[in-house]
């Protein structure tokens, strides 16, 4: 079925982005996911290489999607001057595309983290940084990583980072252990964008105690300790490292910002990107539901004397698996617009709640699709188990969703004054009503 943009938001798509549009789903569907499997097949089973080689396939998608150019669709033309010139809007619609395919985000320089850490540079970073940085990244001829999360502290409150940070002359000197650092087993990982707990900073804010700072791979000191696997996938080239700091040095002038800024940039690096994963994995639920489809219509796997799809249960997984997914869609794309009439900051209530239900139901519709494959479902016959394991870390990355249900509850439960006072008000003049209309007081409802 080919892609098609959701009614409610068709007069917010330029013609530009919907020519683009079709070029990414040719592009996805005739290159990408043909190529997802020699992708895989050209990641070494050699230990000694697995990290040292990426599967030169990759090189090639890239070559012809910049050639399409499809390339940096991400940086939003409301907020970056660098990228192809499209809304947060128009873009969350491409993801959903790239979601389809493994290779396909990556092929068109749209791919986590460099996306988030792209952002990062063109809106924190200072020329040099830009021009050392950035711009190999835009160029796609580099990777990164962004290191915050510690193995020996509970991560999902950011205040709780204490990578340890001291200046000795113009100096960084950075020591502490970080992991889950996504990227960072990459051989083109060039570098590290890391949050640190400076000493100097005495700040009694607990908001502005943490900074960001530029670190080259392969700095004396730093060691890339291990890959950690997901659910048994070592997500190899990219993979997700423990890295270990001791003294560290790099010049003062790779700290972002300044000191102390740690909060604002996390803040604002993560909002468009939660989207985009969002979307990213709303592809990945069509496709879930595209292979359930197929398969329960498979004549040969007749059940009871039945295709499975004429079995009503399945029926119904089909169906809502569709609303779930049109539902996500909306959500996400209602968030994007947010963004890009305002901010990703007054957009932080439709990002949070994107990003709690989007991953959740996309997991369901793969668990259904799983269920509907039997045993087949979760091997490595079908991309399922693989897109599920992903989906479901979702739940986690970013910030687990108990902090953003939590920090949404806050602010909804913060709304109870205002409802209370209208409650009243409402009360007052019912009881003015009763009195007019001379009924007796006692509820009619
Ligand atoms: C595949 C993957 C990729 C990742 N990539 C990166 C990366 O590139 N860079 C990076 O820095 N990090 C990355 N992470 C790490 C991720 O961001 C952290 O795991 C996440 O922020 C949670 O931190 P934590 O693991 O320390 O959990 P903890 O802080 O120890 O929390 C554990 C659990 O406690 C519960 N909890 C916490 N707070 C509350 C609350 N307020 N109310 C109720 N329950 C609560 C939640 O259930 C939570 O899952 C990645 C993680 C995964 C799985």
């Not at 113009?170 to 949050?195: F, H, Q």
């Not at 993979?239 to 300044?258: K, Q």
Request: charged share 25%.
């Amino acid at each position: 079925m080919p892609f098609e943009i959701p009614a409610i938001v068709q007069d917010r798509v330029s013609n530009r982005a919907r020519e683009t549009m079709k070029k990414i789903e040719h592009f996805v569907e005739t290159e990408c996911i043909p190529a997802d499997e020699i992708y895989e097949a050209q990641i070494s089973k050699e230990p000694s290489l697995r990290w040292k080689t990426y599967p030169p396939i990759m090189d090639d998608l890239k070559k012809k999607a910049r050639a399409q150019g499809l390339w940096n669709l991400f940086l939003s033309k409301t907020h970056y001057s660098q990228g192809a010139g499209f809304t947060n809007l128009e873009y969350g619609l491409m993801a959903e595309i790239l979601g389809r395919s493994h290779t396909a985000s990556e092929s068109m320089n749209c791919s986590a983290p460099d996306t988030g850490n792209m952002e990062v540079l063109a809106k924190y970073g200072d020329d040099a940084q830009k021009k050392q940085w950035l711009e190999p990244l835009l160029d796609g001829k580099i990777r990164s990583a962004f290191l915050m999360t510690e193995r020996f502290a509970a991560s999902s409150d950011a205040k709780n980072i204490n990578m340890h940070m001291r200046t000795e002359g113009n100096e960084l000197v950075l020591n502490g252990t970080k992991w889950w650092s996504s990227g960072a087993c990459d051989p083109r990982c060039a570098v590290y964008i890391v949050m640190c707990k400076s000493e100097l900073n005495t700040s009694s804010d607990p908001f502005k105690q943490q900074s960001v700072v530029l670190v080259p791979a392969g700095t004396p000191g730093v060691t890339v300790l291990r890959p950690l696997s997901v659910f048994g996938y070592d997500d190899a080239p990219h993979g997700h490292a423990e890295v270990r700091f001791e003294n560290v040095r790099v010049p003062r002038s790779n700290l972002v910002l300044g000191e102390g800024r740690g909060f604002e940039i996390i803040q604002g690096r993560l909002g468009p990107g939660r989207i985009h994963h969002c979307m990213r994995s709303i592809g990945a639920a069509e496709r879930g539901l595209d292979y359930m489809i197929a398969r329960v219509n498979d004549p040969n796997r007749r059940t009871f004397g039945k295709l499975i799809s004429e079995h009503g249960t399945i029926r119904s997984w089909i169906a809502e698996s569709r609303i779930a997914i049109d539902s996500c869609r909306l959500l996400v794309l209602n968030a994007a617009d947010k963004i890009d009439r305002h901010d990703a900051k007054a957009a932080l209530k439709e990002i949070a709640m994107a990003k709690i239900v989007v991953p959740r139901t996309v997991c369901d519709v793969l668990d259904k699709a799983i269920q509907a494959h039997g045993a087949g479902g979760v091997c490595q016959d079908f991309p399922l188990a693989r897109m599920y394991a992903g989906i479901r870390t979702l739940r986690i990355a970013d910030g687990p969703d108990e902090v953003h249900l939590a920090q949404m509850g806050r602010n909804e439960n913060g709304r109870a004054a205002e409802i209370i006072k209208k409650h009243e008000k409402q009360e007052a003049r019912r009881a003015e009503l009763f009195r007019q209309y001379k009924i007796d007081g006692k509820s009619h409802l």
